[in-house]
């Protein structure tokens, strides 16, 4: 009985065991057994680790990175533990910035513009028994007001919402969710700190969690996001998941309900740029969980085999792999184009006893139906929704390759984004491989080469302009295909050298795999004074940029 009493004040009961099996046993690895390459490790990392430890604390680099070295590969991105508080770590760096609600971490930023580099800096966290935290009836938003007294709180489901309280380096250890990702690495000494034999599961190439894994979901439940995440990008390498980890995975699929939208919208994001896009939709489905994790998320997984969204998701990875920045809205474009296709060939052509629209206002309301069945508001209509609408009102205008419209085209912000997006479109045949060839070298030309080009596309015209005035009767559009304008009669105008030809407004049809239909124009006159530029006039340059 006294036995009891003393182990239950030393934290022996629930026990001895219990704790021991929970916070490991510290092993401290040498590098002849580990055999990490310190030449693989970032400068800029050492360099945050010896401030850090010049100035009296402990640090290491932690996680992913520890893990990535001991397999041999170069780490893209590098993570620091140390037991500094992050007001102590951002005195120590000229440019660094303290993030985060639940968990506060340090950025320390090195560079600028686009070949900056951000290493993460995150205090050791002390284990917390969520049995004895505080609970709230609703989540992060609506229980604000609580929260904001709380060190550690739950909500209903088990879910922490607040647990950011220091502690040592083997509680830090417990709190990490797979055993592959709890090692420090000592770039000074070359030491790796292993609690939960993290160096045996990369050894056996097992992706296993710390502690009980339906436990930690609930805690945390985009943990199986994580777990998708990991499997991923980890399978190339031999890695499966331990049968005990996965075998909660679709139960606790239910917990993501009450995570906040955008939340599980950065996590779906990061399921698809980080250069295993196609590995994670084998991997959604071989778990079963193809449907229920993120509306959006559903639609990638349903659309990964068709061959347009397929090529995004291979050239996203593709990009990733060749150190390339990705754009979320390129690839989300790429995933509902079929929707804003199809919206808008059924408004041009007036389908379900509806009025026939404009091209150009059809598109507009095609994508604005797609924003609001698909996106919604969680990406608060911001850049990503116009980068979005940009690239697909883009598309019509490279079908205009005359006048001044190339020339404005090739000037907006978003024309390679958009370019791309059409080079893809030209690859399933939904585009002319002519009219992306020609855009290909127009972009990447010189000012004699652009005009060569452009009188090319007036030669091209003039011939089918013959033959078609040979056999008047045009071409039934292909079914599903919005059907042309008509066009306004000849009219010559020209007057000299101050004449320039140009295009009535059309409103270009999504392409079908063949050049377009001659065109016939009118004649009108430059301006006297001002350059006759392209002023928005072709349709697509006012709407993209709304």
């Known amino acids: ?30 590098a002849e057994v580990h055999k990490i390459d310190p030449a693989l490790v970032d400068e800029r990392a050492r360099n945050v680790v010896t401030t850090l430890q010049q100035a009296g604390y402990e640090a290491y680099v932690v996680g992913g990175a520890v893990r990535d070295l001991l397999l041999g590969l170069r780490p893209k991105d590098f993570d620091v533990a140390t037991n500094a508080t992050p007001e102590q770590v951002k005195s120590l760096f000229r440019r660094a ?28 966290r002390a284990y917390m028994d969520n049995a004895a935290a505080e609970q709230v009836a ?8 609580e929260l904001a007294s709380m060190k550690h709180a739950v909500d209903a489901s088990g879910r922490v919402l607040r647990d950011n309280v220091w502690g040592p380096q083997e509680e830090d250890a417990a709190r990490r969710d797979f055993t592959v990702n ?3 690495y000592d770039p000074a000494n070359q030491v790796v700190v292993d609690y939960h034999n993290g160096i045996r599961d990369a050894q056996k190439l097992t992706l296993r969690m710390i502690g009980d894994p339906a436990t930690r979901y609930r805690e945390d439940p985009v943990r199986i996001i994580r777990a998708i995440r990991f499997s991923a990008k980890l399978a190339a390498l031999g890695f499966k998941m331990e049968a005990k980890t996965a075998a909660p995975l679709v139960e606790s699929s239910k917990l993501l309900a009450d995570v906040p939208q955008s939340r599980l919208f950065d996590e779906m994001l990061k399921l698809l740029q980080t250069g295993h896009a196609i ?26 085999d068709q061959p347009f969204v397929k090529a995004a998701l291979q050239d996203t990875d593709r990009r990733v792999g060749e150190g390339k920045p990705v754009a979320p809205s390129f690839l989300l474009a790429c995933v509902l184009w079929a929707d804003v296709r199809d919206g808008w060939a059924q408004r041009v052509e007036g389908r379900h006893g509806q009025r026939p629209q404009p091209p150009f206002p059809a598109l507009q309301d095609a994508i604005d139906d797609v924003f609001n069945a698909r996106i919604g508001d969680v990406s608060g209509r911001g850049k990503l929704a116009a980068d979005m609408r940009e690239i697909w009102m883009m598309q019509p205008r490279f079908d205009k390759r005359t006048g001044s419209t190339p020339y404005s085209l090739v000037d907006q912000a978003r024309f390679r984004a958009a370019f791309d997006f059409m080079r ?25 080469r652009q005009q060569d080009l452009l009188e090319q596309v007036r030669d091209e015209q003039k011939t089918r302009q013959r033959v078609r005035t040979r056999d008047p009767v045009a071409p039934k559009p292909s079914r599903g295909e919005p059907a042309p304008r008509q066009r ?5 105008t020209r007057q000299g050298d101050e004449a320039e030809e140009v295009e ?10 063949e050049p377009a239909a001659p065109r016939k124009r009118r004649r009108r006159r430059k301006p006297r004074t001002g350059g006759g530029g392209d002023g928005g006039g072709e349709g697509g340059g006012s709407a993209a940029a709304e």
């Open 138 to 145: 609703g989540n992060e938003r609506t229980s604000k007001g």
């Open 182 to 184: 709890a090692m420090y």
């Open 1 to 30: 009985m006294i036995k009891k009493f003393i182990d239950k004040l030393l934290g022996k009961s629930a026990g001895g065991a219990q704790g021991k099996s929970r916070f490991g046993k510290r092993q401290e690895v040498p």
């Open 97 to 124: 910035f303290i993030i985060g609600r639940r968990f506060r971490i340090v950025h320390v930023v090195y560079g600028r513009g686009r070949e900056h580099e951000v290493i993460e800096v995150s205090t050791f």
């Open 488 to 492: 306004q009669p000849e009219a010559d």
């Open 279 to 304: 590995a994670t939709v084998e991997q959604l489905r071989k778990l079963g969980l193809a449907k229920g994790i993120y509306p959006l998320l559903d639609v990638v997984v349903e659309r990964a």
């Open 424 to 448: 893809l479109r030209a690859d399933v045949g939904e585009v002319s491989e002519a009219i992306a060839e020609w855009w290909q070298e127009f972009s990447t030309a010189d000012d004699v």
């Open 504 to 513: 009535v407004e059309a409103g270009a049809v999504p392409p079908d795999g």
